[in-house]
């Protein structure tokens, strides 16, 4: 289903520059690898908080490739200036959750503020529009992301639930919030 909704995009940024959205391909192991290995080291806000190897992202990659050829995964990057700086996707349940599908982004820290995950997100939703099987979209955020929080609900998502001392961050334990959005 990716295959045929997400089609390649170029969009304009707040710095005039132009992103180029679109799948990922084999050949961006390299790119993707550095991309999560740059938000982990980073300690951004993600469930992921050690670095990954060649090996393992090869591994991740081709999982993802083979669940975006199902269509079960729907997922895009964000590239500017030849560089993976962003990624979005929208990943379907399985069995009686298969009407669900989690939401997920992240831009690298040198590329936030420029639109990326707008621009990112307002795209992935609509594929997830266009694929009649999601009924729902949800995403869990870090209680203390409070700019995430406020692009997901400037998106239409709203707050269903508060799970105390989920997520365990910087030596503390911090609440996590379950938004969704529904069609």
């Given at each position: 289903?990716?295959?045929?909704l997400?089609?390649?995009?170029?969009v304009?940024?707040?710095?005039?520059?132009?992103?180029?959205?679109r799948?990922p391909?084999?050949?961006?192991?390299?790119?993707?690898?550095?991309?999560?290995?740059?938000?982990?080291?980073?300690?951004?806000?993600?469930?992921?908080?050690?670095?990954?190897?060649?090996?393992?992202?090869?591994?991740?990659?081709?999982?993802?490739?083979?669940?975006?050829?199902k269509?079960?995964?729907?997922?895009?990057?964000?590239?500017?200036?030849?560089?993976?700086?962003?990624?979005c996707?929208?990943?379907?349940?399985?069995?009686?959750?298969?009407?669900?599908?989690?939401?997920?982004?992240?831009?690298?820290?040198?590329?936030?503020?420029?639109?990326?995950?707008?621009?990112?997100?307002?795209?992935?939703?609509?594929?997830?529009?266009?694929d009649?099987?999601?009924?729902?979209?949800?995403l869990?955020?870090?209680?203390a992301?409070?700019?995430a929080?406020?692009?997901?609900?400037?998106?239409?998502f709203?707050?269903?639930?508060?799970?105390?001392?989920?997520?365990?961050y910087?030596?503390?334990?911090?609440?996590?919030?379950?938004?969704d959005?529904?069609?």
């Amino acid at each position: 289903m990716c295959i045929k909704l997400c089609k390649p995009k170029r969009v304009k940024l707040k710095d005039g520059r132009t992103a180029l959205l679109r799948r990922p391909e084999k050949k961006d192991v390299r790119q993707l690898l550095d991309f999560i290995n740059a938000l982990v080291d980073e300690d951004v806000m993600i469930l992921m908080n050690k670095r990954t190897t060649l090996k393992d992202e090869r591994k991740w990659l081709k999982d993802a490739l083979d669940n975006i050829r199902k269509g079960t995964l729907h997922y895009v990057v964000a590239e500017l200036d030849g560089r993976i700086v962003g990624s979005c996707s929208i990943k379907k349940g399985k069995w009686r959750e298969s009407h669900v599908a989690e939401y997920a982004i992240s831009v690298l820290a040198d590329c936030r503020r420029l639109g990326i995950a707008t621009v990112l997100s307002k795209y992935i939703l609509a594929v997830g529009k266009k694929d009649k099987s999601i009924k729902l979209i949800m995403l869990q955020v870090y209680a203390a992301n409070k700019k995430a929080k406020a692009l997901y609900e400037k998106l239409g998502f709203r707050e269903v639930a508060r799970l105390p001392k989920r997520i365990q961050y910087k030596g503390k334990l911090m609440d996590e919030f379950v938004m969704d959005l529904k069609r």
